[in-house]
């Protein structure tokens, strides 16, 4: 069976005459815990998905783009002096923008032919954006030989400008945990991501903590409620308003300035209910991936398990990001057998993920496709992170 690295770089031919001069990729990613948190100078744990976008590439004569998606069957021009908010539109503007951020950040990167080709289901909260961002990120850092990929700080700066692609040229306000997650995890571990904790150059420090599920025989099981979620509708930028609204009327510069014990005295200064879920979201959050990362230092996967489904019943009640095809799924994966679940990314939809034990993983799939027939919704896609 052809890769898809082959299928690019085939289709690349095709459309060009003559070879990419490379094949990049980067994986999508799953959010174990954290939501929301990153533009609240916050933490998360991401980990780094097999599924990875694949991007055929060579460098042009002219200062001109031209993006193919194969999955989307679609080609775009752009002149590389023309990139702006809202050009080009839609999809490309996530491969363009991460073009346009690094020249603006002063790099040295020219016109480029790409087709592009990924395995992360669009707008499943498994971070499509970010691997199709971080693979042309990585494609023109070899491309023009910037060499930021070598080290983990090089990838930081990688990752802050896809993130700025994705807020300035497609203008969707997401904050940082997708592209560090894509950037900069390792394989076979988690990536603590401190958004608080900053290196000498502004960016925010990321520590790998060991996640072996398989290990202690448990399966991290995905569950794609295919209910649509999507980071450029309102819904998102309103939650990061409300937070910034929050940290002003407190007098700090972010959420994170709120811990566990000054919670109570923070949300009795907030009139609006819709405010003290807000923030009570947050803070309580930041305290769970703490607790989170000692439980996976620990191999203690029942409170695991059990921080991932208060996760989400915080997500649910208090942020409100959640919907019902999620909140059926978490509570059906855990009445069968999971230690935990919860919805995992930006929210409103998109997977579920759940930490089941293997003898349990047939149960839980079958009782989760049962309760979608019973909805009648359309079968969820299940499968092994
Ligand atoms: P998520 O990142 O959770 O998948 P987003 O709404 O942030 O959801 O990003 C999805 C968008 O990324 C798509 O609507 C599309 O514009 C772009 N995208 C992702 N994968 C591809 C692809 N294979 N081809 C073209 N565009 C893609
Ligand atoms: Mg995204």
Redesign the pocket.
């Known amino acids: 069976m052809e890769t898809p690295g082959q299928s690019v770089a085939e289709a690349y031919v095709a459309m060009y005459g003559r070879p990419a001069e490379g094949v990049w990729s980067a994986p ?1 990613r799953i959010n174990l815990i954290g939501e929301h948190t990153d533009y609240n100078r916050g933490m998360c744990l991401p980990i780094a998905l097999s599924q990875r ?1 694949w991007l055929a590439a060579g460098r042009r004569e002219d200062d001109r783009l031209r993006l193919a ?4 069957g ?1 080609t775009v021009e752009v002149a590389l002096d023309e990139i702006g908010p809202g050009n080009p539109p ?5 491969l363009a923008g991460v073009v346009w951020a690094m020249r603006e950040a002063g790099l040295t990167v020219g016109g480029l032919n790409a087709v ?3 395995q ?13 961002e971080g693979c042309i990120a990585v494609a023109a850092d070899a491309l023009f030989d910037l060499g930021l990929t070598k080290d983990d700080t090089g990838r930081a700066r990688l990752a802050a400008l896809c993130q700025r692609a ?1 807020n300035h040229i ?1 203008g ?1 306000p ?1 904050g940082g945990l ?1 592209q560090t997650a894509s950037l900069r995890a390792p394989a076979g571990m988690a990536l603590l991501i401190d958004f608080d904790k900053l290196d000498a150059v502004g960016l925010p420090s990321a520590r790998p903590v060991p996640f072996d599920p398989a290990a202690d025989g448990l399966i991290l099981l995905v569950i794609n409620t295919l209910a649509p ?4 509708d309102g819904q998102y930028a309103a939650r990061r308003a409300a937070c910034e609204a929050a940290a002003v009327k407190l007098g700090v510069t972010s959420l994170r300035a709120i811990d566990l014990d000054g919670l109570p005295d923070a949300l009795e200064k907030f009139q609006s209910e819709a405010q003290v879920r807000a923030v009570r979201h947050i803070v309580t959050e930041n305290a769970r991936v703490v607790e989170a990362v000692a439980a996976l230092q620990a191999r203690d996967w029942v409170s695991f398990g059990q921080l991932m489904t208060a996760a989400q019943a915080s997500q649910r009640d208090d942020y409100r990001i959640s919907c019902p095809q999620s909140d059926l799924t978490c509570e059906v994966a855990v009445a069968n057998g999971a230690l935990g679940a919860r919805q995992t ?2 929210g409103f939809g ?1 997977c579920v993920i759940a930490l089941v034990p293997l003898p349990k993983v047939g149960d839980v799939s079958d009782a989760v496709t049962k309760a979608y027939d019973a909805q009648g919704w359309p079968h969820p896609d299940i499968f092994r992170a």
């Open positions: 999508g976008a998606s194969l999955d989307l679609e839609n999809w490309a503007a996530y592009l080709s990924s992360v289901p669009i707008g499943s909260g498994l971070s499509s954006s970010a691997a199709i994705e497609v969707a997401t997708d979620h999507a980071n450029v990314g930006g998109g």
